[in-house]
């Protein structure tokens, strides 16, 4: 079983649409979460922590669950430039060892 | 403006060569990773470094591949021989305290 799994997708939404995506992982001693932002042909950047209870930055909302091994990624009212692949990280080994999930495709379409 | 620098961007090599990526890391960033990104393995830690010394490659070839830290400045990554199935994206990323910052990556290409 992979450490960390996402549905690739591709999620094709609607501008002004809500999506969801999940991200579980495997180690139940994993500590810190992210999401990370890749757009094509360009390498991953930060997107947002995750924590513990639960962060919100604009139309982005974050969400950690510790009991079933998920954290999630909201966006509402889902822009065009959204458009990108979503990585959820987890790291291991005492916060040093950052390992990626294999990314969720997002297409917003006008 | 600090940020990661990768070279090469791209490299194409013919099966058998010897390929070396460097990586100058940002400034004061202590911990350095290599990871590869193919479209059906997405992004696999290949090996990183703490304060130059090597924690963990278990995620790399050892027959083919080797990681370094010379200096604080520069990490290496070199694959010899190089075979088609290594055809990749190659990141670099260096983290200080929080975020993880990644280079542009180096394209290979072995045919």
């Known amino acids: 079983r992979k450490e960390v799994e996402q549905d690739p997708g591709p999620f094709n939404v609607p501008e002004g649409a809500t999506v969801a995506f999940n991200c579980t992982y495997s180690?139940?001693?994993?500590?810190?979460f992210f999401w990370y932002r890749q757009d094509c042909r360009k390498e991953p950047k930060l997107l947002m922590s995750v924590y513990s209870s639960g962060n919100e930055d604009g139309r982005f909302t974050a969400q950690l669950n510790r009991a079933s091994q998920y954290i999630s990624l909201l966006i509402r009212d889902s822009k065009l430039s959204d458009s990108a692949t979503y990585l959820c990280?987890?790291?291991?080994?005492?916060?040093?060892?950052?390992?990626f999930g294999q990314g969720t495709r997002l297409t917003i379409n006008p | 403006d600090a940020r990661v620098t990768q070279t090469p961007r791209d490299k194409v090599t013919e099966m058998g060569q010897e390929v070396t990526m460097r990586c100058q890391p940002i400034l004061g960033h202590n911990t350095v990773f290599w990871y590869r990104q193919t479209m059906m393995q997405g992004l696999e830690l290949l090996a990183y470094f703490r304060n130059r010394a090597p924690l963990d490659d278990s995620g790399m070839p050892k027959d083919r591949f080797s990681a370094e830290m010379p200096d604080a400045t520069l990490a290496t990554l070199k694959i010899q021989p190089s075979e088609p199935r290594d055809s990749a994206v190659y990141f670099c990323a260096s983290q200080g305290p929080g975020e993880l910052f990644f280079g542009e990556g180096s394209r290979l290409t072995v045919l």
């Open positions: 180690n139940s001693a994993s500590q810190s």
């Open positions: 990280v987890v790291t291991l080994q005492g916060a040093q060892k950052l390992v």
